[in-house]
């Protein structure tokens, strides 16, 4: 969706190398979520986000929600292989539980 | 063990025919989510429903129908009228509306030969 932008699209990095994958809103957010999907399977949970400036984190992911609330950042230190997959962001932009999700971040993790 | 169930996780369709995506969750969520992936364009939202017997159109519901005839279950099927019907589809359910996670279904591969 272009109310809903993710970069990279796709993302190759050494395995211990630090990362990070952007999610940019056209209007003001209502919360944004990120989930993990392993190709050809169900999107698994990270993390919500709802308050600007909110940063929240889960083992060696980070998440932060800036200011605005037009932007999310997720960074993972120190990668490994089992980070490998594709990372989707999903906003709602009213209390509706509608999501738009971007297009998605391939990441491969090189050992 | 609670969570979402989509069945079958492959199916195929000659062209033309209507088939039905089940979609089951026992995690008593009142909200359950349709949603369509392909390659490149993330999810797009085809129906969703916040309660038994009532149900809404997301941004891609021509050629599909659904039905909450079971606050568990949340059927999808894929009409004939639906001109690009290959895809993967994903299945999900929230507690409520805005504030809660959804909880994602494993998917089921659609094939039209």
């Known amino acids: 969706s272009q109310e809903l932008e993710q970069s990279p699209q796709s993302l190759i990095v050494q395995e211990g190398k630090n990362l990070t994958i952007n999610c940019t809103s056209s209007?003001?957010?209502?919360?944004l979520y990120w989930y993990k999907q392993k190709y050809g399977e169900g999107l698994i949970f990270l993390m919500m986000?709802?308050?600007?400036?909110e940063e929240k984190s889960h083992e060696k992911i980070t998440a932060k929600l800036d200011e605005k609330k037009q932007q999310s950042s997720l960074h993972i230190t120190a990668s490994q292989p089992s980070h490998a997959g594709i990372y989707l962001c999903?906003?709602?932009?009213?209390?509706?539980?509608?999501?738009?999700f971007g297009q998605g971040t391939t990441l491969q993790v090189k050992p | 063990d609670g969570g979402i169930t989509q069945s079958p996780k492959y199916l195929f369709r000659k062209e033309g025919q209507n088939v039905t995506l089940s979609c089951e969750q026992n995690?008593?969520?009142?909200?359950m989510y349709w949603y369509r992936q392909d390659p490149g364009q993330g999810l797009r939202l085809i129906y969703y429903?916040?309660?038994?017997?009532?149900?809404q159109k997301g941004d891609i519901a021509e050629g599909y129908s659904v039905s909450r005839e079971k606050k568990e279950s949340f059927p999808l099927t894929v009409t004939s009228a639906q001109k690009n019907p290959t895809a993967f589809y994903l299945c999900?359910?929230?507690?409520?509306?805005?504030?809660?996670?959804?909880?994602f279904g494993p998917g089921t591969r659609l094939t039209v030969l």
């Open positions: 999903g906003a709602s932009f009213h209390n509706t539980g509608k999501l738009i």
């Open positions: 429903s916040q309660i038994v017997n009532d149900f």
């Open positions: 995690l008593n969520h009142d909200a």
């Open positions: 986000l709802q308050k600007g400036g």
């Open positions: 999900a359910s929230s507690t409520r509306q805005g504030d809660n996670e959804q909880f």
């Open positions: 209007k003001t957010l209502y919360g």
